[in-house]
């Protein structure tokens, strides 16, 4: 059944597709779990870095969050069920230093998005491992994906390896290719060139 509110959930400029597409650069990596981990680093309170096993992460709390997801090339995914370690747990876990406001998501070859502490900060934003009840496919980012609902989706970064706190802002992999710093789908953020002063590293 047509959900009537999707029409406005809609941001400016989306639409919503048939299907839904599979977008990102390069390969799929192969999920090999004695290998995995997940690391904290950077301006970490304690200035160590943490490095979580496969084991050690499935532990971590778990929440299901049902969010829309918006791609910069204009289409929209609504009402997605993702479930996972909420970014909140990683916070609490492994506390950022005094002066930490954004944070870098890092996934596998190097990929890579930034985000003000504030929007990692948010009920919302989650590192999922399920979509839809199923465990998420390799392709959509098996097996932890980033969720940052409310700003595009390039910044949803999938096969996290690391979050690396930041006390200065720096661009992540589209930032650096001309895509905007923040990405506020409901503002139009796509490119650089939109950045009001404060927006973008100094
Ligand atoms: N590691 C990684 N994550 C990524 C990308 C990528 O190229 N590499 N592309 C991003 C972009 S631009 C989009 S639109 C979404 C697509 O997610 P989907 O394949 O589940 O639709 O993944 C994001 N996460
Ligand atoms: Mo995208």
Known sequence: MPDPTE????????????GRPVIHYGRVPQ???ERWSLSVFGATASGEETRF???QFSALPRVSV????????????MGNEWGGVPAAALLAAVPPAPGVAHVMIWGEYGYSANVRL???DRGTTLFAMELDDKPLSA???????????????WKS????RAVEYLLEDRRGFWEERGYHNVGDPWGEQRYAYQEEPGEGPA
Do not use: M, N
């Not at 959930?9 to 919503?16: A, E, H, I, M």
């Not at 049902?66 to 995914?77: E, N, Q």
């Not at 392709?139 to 989706?153: D, K, S």
């Open 7 to 18: 029409e406005t959930r809609l941001p400016p400029g989306q639409y919503v597709p048939r």
């Open 31 to 33: 999920f090999r779990p």
């Open 53 to 55: 096993s496969w084991p």
């Open 66 to 77: 049902i969010a829309d997801f918006h791609c910069v090339t204009k289409f929209s995914i």
């Open 118 to 120: 504030d929007d990692f």
């Open 139 to 153: 392709e959509r980012g098996h097996p932890v994906r980033a969720i940052v609902p409310h700003l595009y989706a």
């Open 157 to 160: 970064v999938k096969w996290v």
